[in-house]
């Protein structure tokens, strides 16, 4: 037993049994670590709410990512597991288009951060199979940008068919 400052007793942590028990708990600690060193500084990046984004981002990094403008290679990752890759191309006027035929708008909501909506129609042999509405919050960090958002898709007679959430990850192309 151990005794905390509060003066709480506590039990001792016993050390892992077996052979190999310290070899494997190593490891996963050596994992988690590592996982924790990746995503923890990317937590508050990755969010929705600008205002915590911004305040968790240090204000060099959002000053050297203030704009979005130009081409970005994305990997857009859906809440059911589908992978999107595309290049997205955010323009000095506002617009916005991808190498998917997608076209649409983007607008800053923040020092090194903003939105994003584009619109895919995607045809096969000519003619409109479905309609994919993308809307996204971003913010910019380290030279990227992840963001946070849905892709609502309608069928070519205009019926809503679901949303997906989507997280992408945006690198200059």
Known sequence: MRTSRTGTRAAAASPPTGAGAWTTAGRLGTVA???????????????????RTAATVPAAVRAADASPVGPWKLKATGDDGNVIETVTTFHADGTAGNNKGGTGTWTATGRGTFS??????????????????????????????????TARS???SGAFLGTTLVTAVGTRA
């Open 33 to 51: 670590l590592a996982v924790a060193l990746v995503v923890a500084p990317l937590a508050g990046v990755a969010s929705a709410h600008t205002e």
């Open 116 to 149: 994003y909506q584009i619109t895919e129609l995607i045809h096969e042999g000519g003619q409109l199979v479905l309609r994919i509405e993308i809307e996204q919050e971003a913010a910019l960090a380290c030279g990227g940008f992840i963001s946070e958002g």
């Open 154 to 156: 309608y069928d070519a």
